[in-house]
């Protein structure tokens, strides 16, 4: 068996970085290649969910960064520490067939370990959701039921379920819970139908104590499960069972679900989670590479924070490709690197400028640092250019006072709004400054 070159595996590895974009996943780190033979690239995961998810996401991604790297046609397969051994050992392979088997068959989702109340960032944009979860864990049945947690992809929801499903497990060992996609459901309810075992059906789904179900939005335009999940959602909630989803809107606002499931879903607590703001991003990416072990420079927390707004999985995606090819280069975490490390993608926010852009031209023209305008310092060489920045996030970015004064410290709104008029009096009243401004504003809008 060929062993595969390091050098060559990390440049299929910058070739993913480079490329992956939201795909990458922070486990990606603990991938290693198993051998090369015949044009075929075997690599090792974590695990069987693992392998699941490089399967279905991630195969293209990684065959076209081989292919890019060797320069021949190369075709990719992952493979789990007990498969890679089955490789060797193919007596052994009826046994794992059997197990993948009795898993596809049971259909329930996995806990991460990961995804517990105390690896979850809260803020402002999800402090209700939160809460709720949190209590629900704490008084099943009773609390808030059912409780319906809705926002866009990314932003925690499914953490948030696996976290209160485990708390759950924790405070009663005996509790069944079913935690599964609304597909799973959906599936299963198909099956059932079509080998007649419809009572075996109905008995599985209404004799759980918690019943969690992620993405139900892919309820919509089924009517036979909506019918059957009516039924399921009323002995459940008769009984004092608790009931959890997760969707990526609100009851009302998913086509093609009928009345009275919209209805029930808004009895127990709706919670929205939004996109967090830059100072929730902020304590997410420290959070985040302290899990994985990593120490983060501040400016490079900051450019990330800056960089990725879209939602928590782009953040954590962000983090795994810097410590990536912070592995393959063999270097540290830097601000550089991590220039690199995201360039590819560029900001989240495509075209328009941020932050980042103007903190780069404001501390080139008046040789400050980055951390020493997010500092509370207040000496005039520190006060003044953090007020430009201020005046010109104001001018050229879309970002809320709220957020602005965020990325400087954690200042409030009104320390803005304070900026903003003093930057613009003293424009009125020095026509050097105005210049200086103006040009500032046209180098920042160059680089985009």
């Given at each position: 068996?060929?062993?595969?070159?390091?050098?060559?595996?990390?440049?299929?590895i910058?070739?993913?970085?480079?490329?992956?974009?939201?795909?990458?996943?922070?486990?990606?780190?603990?991938?290693?290649?198993?051998?090369?033979?015949?044009?075929?690239?075997?690599?090792?995961?974590?695990?069987?969910?693992?392998?699941?998810?490089?399967?279905?996401?991630?195969?293209?991604?990684?065959?076209?960064?081989?292919?890019?790297?060797?320069?021949?046609?190369?075709?990719?397969?992952?493979?789990?520490?007990?498969?890679?051994?089955?490789?060797?050992n193919?007596?052994?392979v009826?046994?794992?067939?059997?197990?993948?088997?009795?898993?596809?068959?049971?259909?329930?989702?996995?806990f991460?370990?990961?995804?517990?109340?105390?690896?979850?960032?809260?803020?402002p944009?999800?402090?209700?959701?939160?809460?709720?979860?949190?209590?629900?864990?704490?008084?099943?049945?009773?609390?808030?039921?059912?409780?319906?947690?809705?926002?866009?992809?990314?932003?925690?929801?499914?953490?948030?379920?696996?976290?209160?499903?485990?708390?759950?497990?924790?405070?009663?060992?005996?509790?069944?819970?079913?935690?599964?996609?609304?597909?799973?459901?959906?599936?299963?309810?198909?099956?059932?139908?079509?080998?007649?075992?419809?009572?075996?059906?109905?008995?599985?789904?209404?004799?759980?104590?918690?019943?969690?179900?992620?993405?139900?939005?892919?309820?919509?335009?089924?009517?036979?499960?909506?019918?059957e999940?009516?039924?399921?959602?009323?002995?459940?909630?008769?009984?004092?069972?608790?009931?959890?989803?997760?969707?990526?809107?609100?009851?009302?606002?998913?086509?093609?679900?009928?009345?009275?499931?919209?209805?029930?879903?808004?009895?127990?607590?709706?919670?929205?989670?939004?996109?967090?703001?830059?100072?929730?991003?902020?304590?997410?990416?420290?959070?985040?590479?302290?899990?994985?072990?990593?120490?983060?420079?501040?400016?490079?927390?900051?450019?990330?924070?800056?960089?990725?707004?879209?939602?928590?999985?782009?953040?954590?995606?962000?983090?795994?490709?810097?410590?990536?090819?912070?592995?393959?280069?063999?270097?540290?975490?830097?601000?550089?690197?991590?220039?690199?490390a995201?360039?590819?993608?560029?900001?989240?926010?495509?075209?328009?400028?941020?932050?980042?852009?103007?903190?780069?031209?404001?501390?080139?023209?008046?040789?400050?640092?980055?951390?020493?305008?997010?500092?509370?310092?207040?000496?005039?060489?520190?006060?003044?250019?953090?007020?430009?920045?201020?005046?010109?996030?104001?001018?050229?970015?879309?970002?809320?006072?709220?957020?602005?004064?965020?990325?400087?410290?954690?200042?409030d709104?009104?320390?803005?709004?304070?900026?903003?008029?003093?930057?613009k009096?003293?424009?009125?009243?020095?026509?050097?400054?105005?210049?200086?401004?103006?040009?500032?504003?046209?180098?920042?809008?160059?680089?985009?």
């Amino acid at each position: 068996m060929a062993t595969v070159d390091r050098a060559l595996w990390q440049g299929i590895i910058q070739h993913v970085v480079a490329s992956g974009g939201s795909i990458i996943r922070p486990w990606f780190t603990q991938l290693e290649p198993i051998a090369l033979e015949h044009g075929l690239l075997e690599i090792q995961v974590p695990g069987e969910t693992e392998r699941t998810y490089c399967q279905q996401n991630a195969t293209r991604l990684f065959t076209e960064a081989a292919q890019a790297t060797t320069g021949r046609l190369v075709t990719v397969c992952f493979l789990t520490a007990v498969l890679a051994e089955q490789a060797n050992n193919p007596a052994d392979v009826i046994e794992v067939d059997s197990y993948n088997a009795t898993w596809d068959e049971e259909g329930l989702l996995p806990f991460n370990e990961d995804y517990t109340f105390s690896g979850f960032v809260t803020g402002p944009c999800n402090r209700l959701a939160h809460a709720a979860s949190l209590a629900v864990s704490e008084s099943m049945g009773k609390t808030y039921n059912p409780l319906f947690l809705h926002g866009s992809s990314g932003l925690g929801k499914t953490h948030l379920l696996q976290a209160t499903c485990q708390r759950i497990t924790e405070l009663a060992p005996g509790a069944q819970i079913y935690f599964l996609s609304c597909e799973t459901f959906v599936n299963h309810f198909i099956q059932a139908v079509e080998r007649g075992q419809l009572h075996q059906f109905r008995y599985r789904y209404r004799h759980v104590d918690v019943l969690a179900i992620d993405d139900i939005q892919f309820l919509s335009d089924h009517e036979q499960t909506q019918e059957e999940f009516f039924h399921t959602f009323n002995t459940l909630y008769q009984a004092q069972k608790q009931i959890i989803l997760s969707s990526d809107r609100g009851p009302a606002e998913i086509a093609g679900l009928e009345d009275r499931l919209v209805s029930r879903f808004n009895w127990g607590l709706v919670a929205r989670i939004d996109r967090p703001c830059y100072e929730t991003r902020m304590a997410i990416l420290h959070k985040k590479a302290r899990m994985r072990g990593l120490e983060l420079p501040e400016d490079v927390t900051c450019f990330i924070a800056g960089t990725i707004e879209s939602n928590t999985r782009e953040l954590e995606g962000a983090i795994a490709k810097v410590a990536m090819l912070a592995q393959v280069a063999e270097r540290p975490i830097d601000l550089d690197l991590a220039r690199r490390a995201l360039g590819a993608d560029g900001a989240t926010s495509g075209a328009e400028i941020t932050i980042e852009d103007i903190l780069s031209a404001v501390t080139s023209r008046y040789s400050v640092r980055l951390a020493d305008l997010q500092s509370k310092k207040r000496t005039r060489s520190i006060t003044f250019p953090r007020q430009i920045c201020m005046y010109l996030a104001r001018q050229l970015t879309r970002h809320s006072l709220e957020e602005i004064g965020g990325y400087f410290g954690g200042r409030d709104h009104t320390t803005v709004l304070h900026a903003n008029r003093t930057i613009k009096d003293l424009i009125q009243r020095d026509p050097q400054l105005q210049a200086t401004v103006d040009r500032l504003s046209q180098d920042i809008r160059a680089v985009r």
